[in-house]
């Protein structure tokens, strides 16, 4: 991204305007009673994440970073989100949705005239629009967030979007070599790259094989029907124990009916399409099916070499195509299609190695643990990243269809806990050289 004042201001408006197409999109597709109702207590009411996007961006662009008063000083704890849990939301004195929108277009109006005025340089939170991209990525974040939601929520169909495009991967490898030896990990000089992608470090990662694309469904069957979820030699003890106390035997949103196994997505039920990548399974589910598969899931370093490093010239690339940013030939990203193409899509994406389908169609599960880079540096605030470091949570890369563009990267790192289904993941497998 270049450093210059204009077309970086081009930049983040355009981000911030992308993100809020989206979030209205997804929150003018459905009744008020819709937004205001809570449709899993895994997540939020819509309504909740309509006027938290706002706050967090009335708290750092107006009040951080041009030190107006607060507009609304009454409803920052309401909207705190490490103060209410998700399931307790809903008694909150919420915002009403017309309110809501009120506010947001309140917000966003002075927004827009901070960017225009505010100089984008001396200090760090507006070093190269760093604020103004931070808000960008959170709203697209929550965006997939109410994605998930509307997964979630049982009713009518109530987002459309055409199907992904369809590439001829016949003759496509199995899997990819990827050679030993260091690569440039991370960033340094990513201006809206988040803290816990920073800083860039030297990994030596020895050789090792990774999927080209990512497992697909017809595979993941393959497992189920061979009695996978009945086998506990398959599970870590916590996922056996999530298999038994849960009586799970598919993915999430997956039933056998009449001799087929169908889907729900986004309150449409179809035939599973066995050429897809796999999605809703947990890490515990995708951590069996690679020890079934006599395989193993890759760490997160080996996840990142494999999508950035270019072996013949060395060099550690922004994306797997390069440098460029996302184009709807490289990557299934931004909500463009709901859900994800079929395995072996995006030649124009490919790493340097040929593996495919690294950024966009699904985020993939890797074996890591969520852990700060050596060097790390908390910033802006220690609740983004540094309080959930540790092995509770594991490190997923690559975005999903539903991820935004200015929310993905190479480096961009996911965490969750390993038992989340309802979140869009896959996974791929590796195997050591």
Do not use: K
């Given at each position: 991204m270049t450093?210059?004042?204009?077309?970086?201001?081009?930049?983040?408006?355009?981000?911030?305007?992308?993100?809020?197409?989206?979030?209205?999109?997804?929150?003018?597709?459905?009744?008020?009673?819709?937004?205001?109702?809570?449709?899993?207590?895994?997540?939020?009411?819509?309504?909740?994440?309509?006027?938290?996007?706002?706050?967090?961006?009335?708290?750092?662009?107006?009040?951080?970073?041009?030190?107006?008063?607060?507009?609304?000083?009454?409803?920052?704890?309401?909207?705190?989100?490490?103060?209410?849990?998700?399931?307790?939301?809903?008694?909150?004195?919420?915002?009403?949705?017309?309110?809501?929108?009120?506010?947001?277009?309140?917000?966003?109006?002075?927004?827009?005239?901070?960017?225009?005025?505010?100089?984008?340089?001396?200090?760090?939170?507006?070093?190269?629009?760093?604020?103004?991209?931070?808000?960008?990525?959170?709203?697209?974040?929550?965006?997939?967030?109410?994605?998930?939601?509307?997964?979630?929520?049982?009713?009518?169909?109530?987002?459309?979007?055409?199907?992904?495009?369809?590439?001829?991967?016949?003759?496509?490898?199995?899997?990819?070599?990827?050679?030993?030896?260091?690569?440039?990990?991370?960033?340094?000089?990513?201006?809206w790259a988040l803290d816990n992608e920073r800083p860039a470090h030297q990994r030596l990662v020895p050789a090792f094989h990774i999927d080209t694309t990512p497992v697909t469904n017809g595979a993941f069957l393959r497992f189920v029907e061979d009695g996978g979820y009945r086998d506990e030699r398959w599970w870590a003890e916590q996922g056996w124990d999530l298999v038994r106390g849960h009586e799970l035997s598919a993915p999430l949103f997956w039933r056998r009916e009449g001799g087929q196994w169908l889907r729900r997505r986004f309150g449409a039920v179809e035939p599973v399409a066995p050429g897809e990548p796999v999605l809703h399974v947990s890490w515990y589910e995708a951590d069996a099916y690679a020890r079934w598969a006599g395989r193993r899931l890759p760490s997160e370093a080996e996840w990142e070499k494999a999508a950035r490093h270019d072996p013949a010239t060395g060099r550690t690339h922004r994306y797997p195509w390069g440098d460029a940013d996302p184009t709807p030939e490289r990557a299934n990203l931004g909500q463009r299609h709901l859900g994800p193409a079929p395995a072996g899509s995006y030649p124009e994406?490919?790493?340097?190695?040929?593996?495919?389908?690294?950024?966009?169609?699904?985020?993939?599960?890797?074996?890591?643990?969520?852990?700060?880079?050596?060097?790390?540096?908390?910033?802006?605030?220690?609740?983004?990243s540094e309080v959930f470091f540790g092995p509770d949570h594991k490190v997923l890369r690559g975005g999903a269809f539903s991820v935004g563009e200015v929310a993905c990267r190479a480096t961009f790192r996911n965490w969750d806990l390993p038992v989340r289904r309802q979140i869009f993941a896959g996974f791929r497998t590796a195997r050591d050289a």
């Open positions: 450093a210059d004042p204009t077309a970086v201001r081009r930049s983040a408006l355009d981000a911030l305007t992308a993100a809020r197409e989206r979030t209205s999109a997804l929150t003018d597709c459905v009744e008020d009673s819709e937004l205001t109702a809570q449709h899993s207590p895994l997540m939020s009411p819509l309504v909740w994440d309509l006027a938290h996007i706002s706050n967090q961006e009335e708290q750092w662009l107006l009040r951080a970073v041009a030190g107006r008063e607060a507009m609304r000083p009454e409803i920052d704890s309401v909207y705190d989100a490490f103060e209410h849990p998700r399931a307790t939301r809903p008694s909150l004195p919420l915002l009403p949705p017309a309110e809501a929108r009120r506010y947001a277009s309140e917000v966003r109006g002075r927004v827009v005239d901070v960017l225009e005025s505010t100089p984008l340089h001396g200090r760090p939170l507006v070093d190269a629009g760093f604020a103004f991209g931070m808000i960008a990525q959170h709203e697209q974040q929550h965006d997939e967030t109410m994605l998930i939601t509307h997964q979630l929520r049982s009713g009518p169909v109530a987002l459309t979007a055409p199907a992904p495009p369809r590439t001829d991967s016949a003759g496509l490898p199995d899997e990819i070599l990827v050679p030993g030896g260091p690569f440039t990990m991370g960033t340094s000089d990513e201006p994406g490919e790493s340097p190695l040929g593996v495919r389908q690294l950024i966009g169609d699904v985020w993939e599960w890797t074996s890591s643990d969520f852990l700060p880079y050596p060097g790390f540096a908390a910033f802006p605030y220690r609740e983004y």
